[in-house]
T-cell receptor, first 115, second 114 residues
Framework: DAGVTQSPTHLIKTRGQQVTLRCSPI?????VSWYQQVLGQGPQFIFQ???????GRGNFPDRFSARQFPNYSSELNVNALLLGDSALYLC??????????????FGSGTQLSVL | AQKITQTQPGMFVQEKEAVTLDCTYD???????LFWYKQPSSGEMIFLIY??????QNATEGRYSLNFQKARKSANLVISASQLGDSAMYFC???????????FGAGTRLTVKP
């Protein structure tokens, strides 16, 4: 079975532009989470979606938005890009959102560089 | 406030030896989960092991074991018989109760020497 897939793998944008990142969860998983990982730090939570509804949001500005589609794939959008948005964006899927033992299974990420 | 602390930015271990990666956490919630992930240079976060706050025994998964000391709020990862492929970043993470997001520490870079 395929794992979590993310596209594109790398992306270069300039300040002020908008970007869309895509994620397909593991088959059977209905929840998708997005994390931002700045170089040298651990991942930081951005969003979680379950059954097309947002069920959690981290401390990120409104420039960040996401959605989940009927097939449970997801898109993360970032508007008005800043240099500080340069990071690895990780998507994870899970089968038991909301549980304390919810195990997140991650994709390989999208490396975004903002120039 | 930092919830997860990994005090070792980098660690070295000789191939075939065991190594312990430290993790301390801070929570007042009696129900929480602790996780360890491995991140090779490819970027993917690989789940290694899970420990629940109410679990009586330390978790083990193959060569990985978690040394859970609840009173000290520590959840150290022990890797036995290190292999060259174990060289990677290792992240400790915690979820405080249900319906909360997973929070990660800053990570420890492990290098296995031949």
């Amino acid at each position: 079975d395929a794992g979590v897939t993310q596209s594109p793998t790398h992306l270069i944008k300039t300040r002020g532009q908008q970007v869309t990142l895509r994620c397909s969860p593991i088959s059977g998983h209905k929840s998708v989470s997005w994390y931002q990982q700045v170089l040298g730090q651990g991942p930081q939570f951005i969003f979680q979606y379950y059954e097309k509804e947002e069920r959690g949001r981290g401390n990120f500005p409104d420039r960040f938005s996401a959605r989940q589609f009927p097939n449970y794939s997801s898109e993360l959008n970032v508007n008005a890009l800043l240099l500080g948005d340069s990071a690895l964006y990780l998507c994870a899927s899970s089968s038991n959102p909301g549980a304390t033992n919810e195990k997140l299974l991650f994709g390989s990420g999208t490396q975004l560089s903002v120039l | 406030a930092q919830k997860i602390t990994q005090t070792q930015p980098g660690m070295f271990v000789q191939e075939k030896e065991a190594v312990t990666l430290d993790c301390t956490y801070d929570t007042s919630d009696p129900s929480y989960g602790l996780f360890w992930y491995k991140q090779p240079s490819s970027g993917e976060m690989i789940f290694l092991i899970y420990q629940g706050s109410y679990d009586q025994q330390n978790a083990t998964e193959g060569r990985y074991s978690l040394n859970f000391q609840k009173a000290r709020k520590s959840a150290n990862l022990v890797i036995s018989a290190s292999q060259l492929g174990d060289s990677a970043m290792y992240f400790c993470a915690m979820r405080e109760g249900p319906d909360n997001d997973m929070r990660f520490g800053a990570g420890t870079r492990l290098t296995v020497k031949p």
